[in-house]
């Protein structure tokens, strides 16, 4: 039977009512609307689930929303100024053409997020191992890193 439970998701109190075993993945993209989460793997293999919580890069498809309570939750959806202004890192992927079918870029830029507020002056090695969790299939990882490079860079 499911329970209401309150999550904080970017910025926002949130009532959902859930089923104790459904993950934060399910429970954003089908109970809140946020599809800018991906599924894909939902093995945590892959990363285009990721979402930022208390800080740190999580695999929201294997994430029990249980344990997401009381916990500050960003996801792709809540990066972009209040004006629809895009994060730096968005821009970033546009400029550099990070992008190509798009699937694995929400939880790429919510990877390189997390990384970059942790180490603003990431080396390639850091960028490379901070998303080693992180695949694409299409656009190669090169264009990937220089956008996040270019994020870092300008922010100096
Ligand atoms: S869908 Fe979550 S890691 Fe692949
Ligand atoms: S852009 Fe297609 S999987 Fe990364």
Redesign the pocket.
Known sequence: MRKPIELLVNGESEEVFVEPWWTLARVLRDELGLTGTKISCETGDCGACTVIIDGRAVRSCIYPVMKAQGKEITTIEGLAGEDGTPHPLQQAFVDHFA???????PG?IMGAKALLDENPHPTQDDIREGLRGN?????GYKRIFEAITATADAAE
């Open positions: 992008i190509q079918c798009g699937y694995c870029t790429m695949l694409c299939r299409c656009t």
